[in-house]
């Protein structure tokens, strides 16, 4: 009998990804309405074990900005009765298992639509309190020991309403054990395992763009968790500068990984240019923490008065 089935009505698809599939249903005990991801378990243990990182990342993240987890389980439905070839070497364990994970119903479009459907009339008020939320997710991830390694407008959600929440952890990766890494030393830096395995370049590369990813992890090069910072520093970009077209998108994120501002923005934003020359820095190294990014000027204000960040946390 599938759990899934039993306990929830579906009410519609939300998204697919790679492995995912993402369900917007109703419990039929509580009738509250929750987002399920299917994702489709690999027949590889090691492939497996990652696959199971997202469930085990989310369950244990408890903030206001990041999709909030339920429940976890596993299920391997019934075959469906298909006039399909059975494959020669056909074993039982090639049965399809499934995880599902039930989360927090968000709305169906992300940041990533909203930036779309905002390019006129954008209050950079708004949009600036948005990345400090966005932030303070991020900040309170790498405080777990984890790096998320997948920001990007489409894995930015919004709750019902209207709050920032991160979510698809599909790819997120503990930083390396035995290094010291302490979010509260002035640079922060670690190194991690560096490289993708086979499976994470398939799940990137079928679903995912690359075009939010730091160079050193794109290279395979060893990295930490300033990757995000990466990340951060090209969607503050698309929150400030209206883009209207995916051509005009591609464009532009291109050229700002070398590091080339569009015309006309080190004027119209040039605290911001400041702090994203070294939030893209190709050097990790020069790449602000969270705590940098909150305590530069552009953030400075949105900042809790009764916390005061040390000069030294800065960078
Ligand atoms: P990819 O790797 O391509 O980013 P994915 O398979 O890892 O995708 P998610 O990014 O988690 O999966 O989700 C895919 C889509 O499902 C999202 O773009 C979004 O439209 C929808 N979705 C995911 N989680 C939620 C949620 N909690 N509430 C509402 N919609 C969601
Ligand atoms: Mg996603
Ligand atoms: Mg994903």
């Keep these: 009998v599938s759990r899934y089935l039993t306990d929830f009505e579906p ?45 085990k990342a989310l369950a244990k993240l408890d903030n206001p900005h990041i999709v909030r987890y339920f429940h976890a389980w596993i299920e391997c439905p019934p075959p469906v009765q298909r006039n399909v070839p059975k494959t020669p070497n056909y074993t039982r364990s090639d049965a399809k298992m499934f995880l599902f994970i039930q989360m927090q119903l968000c709305r169906k479009e992300s ?41 990007k407008p489409s894995n930015i959600f919004f709750a019902p309403d209207g709050a920032i929440k991160i979510g698809d952890f599909g790819l997120v990766t503990a ?5 010291s890494y302490s979010p509260m030393s002035p640079e922060g830096n670690v190194i991690c395992g ?27 090069q060893p990295y930490n968790h300033k990757v995000d910072i990466y990340s951060l520093g090209l969607i503050l970009v698309e929150l400030l500068w209206p883009l209207s077209t995916q051509m005009e998108q ?26 994203l020359n070294k939030m ?16 530069s000027t552009p953030l400075r204000i949105y900042q809790d008065s009764t916390v005061e960040i040390p000069e030294y946390l800065h960078f």
């Excluded at 949009?127 to 390694?149: C, D, K, P, S």
């Excluded at 050097?283 to 305590?295: F, L, Q, S, V």
Aim: hydrophobic fraction near 35%; charged fraction near 25%; charge should be neutral.
């Design 194 to 220: 560096g490289g993708f395995s086979p499976f994470q370049r398939t799940h990137t590369d079928q679903v995912g763009t690359q075009l939010y990813m730091s160079p050193e992890q794109i290279e395979g």
């Design 250 to 275: 591609v464009t532009v994120i291109s050229q700002l990984r070398k590091l080339k501002f569009p015309q006309g923005f080190i004027e119209k934003y040039p605290e911001e240019a400041v702090l």
């Design 11 to 55: 009410i519609q698809c939300l998204g697919r990804g790679g492995f995912g599939l993402v369900f917007e249903v109703r419990n039929r005990l509580d009738d509250c309405h929750y987002a399920v991801k299917r994702i489709q378990l690999p027949n590889s243990e090691e492939a497996r074990e990652k696959v199971m990182r997202e469930v």
């Design 111 to 151: 940041l990533r639509e909203w930036l779309r459907a905002h390019v006129s009339h954008r209050d950079s008020y708004q949009t600036i309190q948005m990345f400090n939320e966005i932030v303070r997710a991020v900040e309170y991830v790498h405080l777990q020991g984890l790096i998320h390694r997948d920001l």
């Design 175 to 179: 930083m390396a054990e035995e290094a």
């Design 280 to 295: 893209l820095s190709r050097n990790p190294d020069e790449r602000p923490t969270t705590y940098g990014i909150r305590a």
